[in-house]
């Protein structure tokens, strides 16, 4: 209804947002941009999971139920992937 194309947004969209969240369980450490190709995703916090399904944004550890925030310096992009173990899924 009100959703914003992603021409506008400095988001990926669902499909670029399940690799990166495949790539990133699969190798934290070398997360390749959908579009950049590797290099350029830098992971830029991790929130807690549960706060951030309410709304808040609280900083956490890289361990639990977590939402890892990754940005791409080459396209600006950012995508924030849930984690959590019992639903694992990316967070729009
Ligand atoms: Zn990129």
């Known amino acids: ?46 929130l807690e999971a549960h706060s951030m399904a309410k709304g808040r944004l609280v900083p956490t550890a890289p361990e639990d139920d977590y939402t890892v925030v990754l940005y791409c310096h080459s396209c600006g992009r950012a995508a924030a992937l849930d984690l959590s173990r019992d639903e694992r899924r990316e967070a729009a």
């Open 1 to 46: 209804m009100d959703w914003k194309q992603p021409a506008e947004s400095s988001e990926y969209d669902t499909e670029e947002g399940l690799s990166l969240a495949l790539a990133y369980l699969e190798d934290p450490s070398s997360v390749p941009c959908p579009s950049c190709g590797p290099g350029q995703i830098e992971v830029v916090c991790y």
